[in-house]
């Protein structure tokens, strides 16, 4: 959550550098820096800033724009292009967000690894995809995004399919993932349409519990719910990055990847500031 000052500091290094909101500051460039790949002894070395070619990377997830529509400021958008899918093979964006929010866990005080975290998804139009599906529930044709939470909110997981997988069926991809990555996730909150025979006894096998998490008795309208609330405010904060309003990616790599540059930007500026 940004206080009054922290929003007052960024909006002098905005004035101060005249450049765009998104890119890089200095305190987070030294961050991630040592993140990235290193470059080659041999051959021929890079001719442009991979601190621009991320700067480029984040305007687009931030703005909504297409590849051919990057400012001048920036390196040439098949450059550009180029390196962003080097950047996915090295699986890049997905370590700088994981590595973020373990530092903001430990500076919200909390472990690194999340003992706690919630289920939800939310289906988006997808109009470029290879394959779509429809979700009857939303009445739209897209791609569904499936997601673990951690009890702040913090993105742990995510699997994408098209709108016509029920959330059961993509929380079984999560749970058979996500112990890999954060192996001392146990606990899972979710609503009720988690509650499906299949799930529960993948969970139980892959010693999980997952707590369902049920509207009141007598509940007209919206009521925030313990524990389910937090994963709204995450489908939040990625619909404030134009470019995750709808999928607009034609491949899932890609849009995953999408994803993470946008949580690990929000999680990166608010470690550095």
Request: no cysteine; glycine share 6%.
């Amino acid at each position: 959550m940004w206080t009054k000052q922290t929003r007052g500091r960024m909006a002098k290094i905005e004035r101060r550098t005249k450049r765009y909101p998104s890119d890089l500051t200095d305190a987070e460039w030294e961050r991630i820096a040592p993140l990235l790949p290193n470059v080659a002894r041999r051959g021929r070395k890079p001719s442009v800033d991979r601190r621009e070619i991320l700067n480029a990377i984040r305007y687009m997830a931030r703005s909504g724009g297409g590849w051919r529509m990057l400012p001048k400021d920036f390196p040439p958008w098949q450059t550009v292009y180029w390196w962003f899918r080097r950047f996915v093979r090295l699986m890049l964006f997905r370590t700088i967000h994981d590595v973020a929010l373990m530092l903001d866990r430990e500076r919200a005080g909390r472990a690194a690894s999340p003992e706690g975290g919630v289920l939800d998804s939310q289906t988006v139009k997808a109009p470029a995809a290879k394959e779509r599906g429809f979700d009857g529930g939303k009445k739209m044709v897209g791609r569904k995004r499936h997601i673990a939470v951690d009890t702040d909110g913090r993105l742990l997981m995510i699997n994408l399919t098209t709108a016509d997988i029920s959330d059961s069926a993509g929380a079984q991809a999560i749970l058979a993932a996500v112990r890999k990555r954060w192996p001392w996730l146990k606990h899972l909150f979710a609503d009720g349409g988690y509650d499906r025979t299949q799930l529960m006894d993948k969970a139980a096998f892959l010693d999980f519990v997952v707590e369902i998490v049920r509207k009141m008795e007598n509940q007209k309208g919206f009521e925030v719910l313990p524990r389910r609330w937090v994963v709204e405010r995450t489908f939040a904060w990625m619909t404030r990055w134009r470019r995750l309003v709808r999928d607009y990616e034609q491949r899932i790599d890609v849009s995953e990847a999408m994803i993470h540059v946008a949580m690990g930007s929000l999680l990166l500026r608010r470690i550095s500031h």
